[in-house]
């Protein structure tokens, strides 16, 4: 069971299932495909069809931009990409093994799956028109002194089996700076303090100025986590990176709307 689980709990952006063939853009209850162009959070809920227990969820940042006849869905945090056509009141992927999502309106994109006993229901909500837009809010002293970012991303996995995730993008276009920060806990996601190095946690992220990129590991510090009316995450931590023998500071305060580590 917890092999089946498991395998069901990893279908994420890449969507495992059935796909189709390419089409036009008329879409019923949407003006065009143009009107999916965006920023949104798209939601895997994973559960035991049986009893309806969710297991897993999984939520991301997917931003979507349009190309001649391509809408391109492309997930903030990795960059991977996937284009599609839209055909009547679906999106159809054009990768084998993608299977479409139901338009049901202009920020509202669905698909049920099922794998044995087990089912995922995927929901796309659309947050925003812009494609760059800050879904969490991010203050940092180090390793650059920026409060105000130009684009936030996000994924959260909260999982009764594996250990819960936060992952961090965000990008500053005027300094030419990208923070990106990876958190895997060695349980739950819960208020408390978090000592590195750690046998369960670890952290690990990388800092893009200009051209150059330096991944960091190795945290030697803590995250302290609080829940008031959302998720605060406050991290002092220092990193080593890949790049020289100095170290990379990664300090300052995450916001996070309490939704993202929500099993509902």
Known sequence: ??????????????????GGGGGGDSVSGVSSSNGLEGTWIQTNVNYVLASGDVFKV???TIVVTKQDD?????DCISGASLAAQVVDDQVDFVSAGVPNLLVENNSTLTTSLVSGSLGTDVE?????????????DVSLTEPANISSWDQVCLETIVDQFLPDE?????VHNSSETTVGVNLELGGDIAAG???FPSGSSDVDGYVTEGADTRNLLNPVGSIVISEVANTYLDFNLAMDNNVNANSDGVEGRVEIDSSWLSYE
């Open 1 to 18: 069971m917890k092999n089946s689980i498991y395998a069901l709990g990893v279908l994420t952006f890449g969507l495992a299932g059935c």
């Open 124 to 136: 796309l909500q659309k947050v925003s028109s812009d494609k760059t837009v800050s879904v969490a």
């Open 193 to 195: 303090l978090y000592t």
């Open 70 to 74: 391509f809408l391109y869905f492309t």
């Open 58 to 60: 999984r939520r991301q």
């Open 166 to 170: 936060v992952k961090i993008k965000a």
